[in-house]
T-cell receptor, first 115, second 112 residues
């Protein structure tokens, strides 16, 4: 149980385009999901908390207009990187808060490469 | 703000030996401490966790200990195997939220 699916696993796009990443909880409902960014050989940095039916809460320094988050259902949150630039290239990982006392279950991550 | 320090950053052990990774947290009100294993190019996988009302928890070859007074918690892997090679992250839940602060990670290499 507690499976989180993230799609796509890898995306390559041109500078200036927008990219959408999906995060789904497959066997449980998740009122809260999280989006992280991870640079090579570094730790996970929380970007935002996604709450079903309400606006996302962004961490300090994260541009909300750059990283659009939508959590329209109890099983799906999306992260859209708008007008992507090479510096946005990174590994993006989502997690979903499970039904068991708040444990976070992670997706497999999305590697974004902006040319 | 809240902080989690993790040591060592890299650890090499011979197959069959034990590995220990240590973390220190700053928020004395934190009450939940998970450990994740991340393989290359994949998302983190929960391997064990501990809550503040418990001092130790064990699951087969993996154990976690917690010292609330010192704000330390450690991961112990016994009888290591090559497939244990990965990056391990500790985390501490921020009190009053479901958010985590992650440690900087430990790259474990088990030598066959």
């Amino acid at each position: 149980g507690a499976v989180v699916s993230q799609h796509p696993s890898r995306v390559i796009c041109k500078s200036g385009t927008s990219v959408k990443i999906e995060c789904r909880s497959l066997d449980f409902q998740a009122t809260t999901m999280f989006w992280y960014r991870q640079f090579p050989k570094q730790s996970l940095m929380l970007m935002a908390t996604s709450n079903e039916g309400s606006k996302a809460t962004y961490e300090q320094g994260v541009e909300k207009d750059k990283f659009l988050i939508n959590h329209a259902s109890l099983t799906l949150s999306t992260l859209t990187v708008t007008s992507a630039h090479p510096e946005d290239s990174s590994f993006y990982i989502c997690s979903a808060r499970g039904p068991d006392l708040g444990i976070q279950y992670f997706g497999a991550g999305t590697r974004l490469s902006v040319l | 703000g809240e902080n989690v320090e993790q040591h060592p950053s890299t650890l090499s052990v011979q197959e069959g030996d034990s590995a220990v990774i240590k973390c220190t947290y700053s928020d004395s009100a934190s009450n939940y401490f998970p450990w994740y294993k991340q393989e290359l190019g994949k998302g983190p996988q929960l391997i064990i966790d501990i809550r503040s009302n418990v001092g130790e928890k064990k699951d087969q070859r993996i154990a976690v200990t917690l010292n609330k007074t010192a704000k330390h918690f450690s991961l112990h892997i016994t009888e290591t195997q090559p497939e244990d090679s990965a990056v391990y992250f500790c985390a501490a839940a921020i009190s009053g939220t479901y958010k985590y602060i992650f440690g900087t990670g430990t790259r474990l290499k088990v030598l066959a």
